[in-house]
């Protein structure tokens, strides 16, 4: 079975059952730990070699899990089905992988997050609200304030955008910030310097976003690329290009709210007949 092919309940089913093994293996590791090391001590090579085999079983499944949730990861990014990644995390936030506040904050990230690729803006910021950013780790307040950062966006709040800057500029800045975060901080980056961008209406603002494209890899962050020129393209009355965007985005972008707009502005644009100029 093709991973495209497979429902949410498949990759929920496959990932508790890898994360079972882990748990079985590390619990079997943790009680055999000092039998095994004070036999290895004493030169016994089949205790050597059995301590060795949990820790690669347990290595083994660890990135077994890893590439499994990058592989859902994919769902969101180049499939732009947010609903599905959704029904999936919702399931696989749970003890003991989680504490109950952690439950809670990534439950209420994720619900926020299809809020917002639905157009639902006052559901977002109601889960949004339900977040504990004192007690969430670094990686949720970086994704909170990505949903954040693209609210105020949609919002054509420029002074929510840049308190927002700041607050992520805040977090990168604090000591022994983790690597394997700044990809991730850096993408922030440059999407926020895309809504500042489009909210500041810059001169240059279509010239900026086909540069963005030009390097752009994820599927979803082209269809919001393809939105914005589209959307610039029809504020400008310029609308054969801005019908060509907007077809992509609707081609595209499945059930988020881009496709939904776009099929708003161009039956607008078809009600009216217009032409360019």
């Not at 399931?91 to 809020?115: C, H, T, W």
Request: proline share 1%; hydrophobic share 40%.
């Amino acid at each position: 079975m093709k991973e495209e092919q497979k429902t949410a309940a498949e990759y929920v089913k496959e990932v508790k059952r890898l994360r079972t093994y882990w748990l079985i293996l590390g619990i079997i590791g943790f009680v055999l730990f000092i039998p095994l090391l004070t036999l290895i001590i004493l030169h016994d090579n089949v205790a050597t070699f059995i301590l060795f085999f949990l820790l690669f079983l347990l290595l083994t499944i660890s990135l077994k899990i890893r590439k499994r949730v990058l592989q859902i990861r994919t769902i969101l990014t180049m499939n732009c089905d947010h609903r599905k990644y959704t029904e999936i995390n919702l399931q696989l936030v749970e003890r003991p992988f989680y504490n109950k506040i952690g439950i809670s904050n990534y439950k209420n990230y994720f619900q926020a997050m299809s809020d917002y690729y639905d157009g639902d803006f006052v559901g977002m910021t109601g889960h949004l609200e339900g977040i504990n950013l004192e007690k969430g780790t670094l990686d949720l307040k970086l994704q909170y304030y990505n949903l954040l950062g693209n609210y105020y966006k949609e919002s054509n709040d420029l002074q929510g955008l840049k308190q927002t800057i700041d607050d992520v500029r805040a977090l990168r800045n604090q000591k022994k910030f983790p690597k394997r975060l700044i990809p991730f901080y850096d993408s922030l980056e440059t999407i926020f310097h895309r809504h500042y961008l489009v909210l500041t209406n810059d001169k240059k603002l279509l010239t900026k976003l086909f540069d963005f494209l030009a390097t752009e890899q994820e599927l979803l962050k082209k269809v919001s690329i393809h939105f914005e020129i589209g959307r610039s393209y029809f504020n400008s009355a310029t609308f054969a290009q801005a019908e060509k965007h907007l077809n992509y985005v609707i081609e595209h972008g499945e059930k988020t709210y881009y496709a939904l707009y776009a099929q708003q502005i161009i039956e607008k644009m078809n009600e009216e007949d217009w032409a360019d100029f």
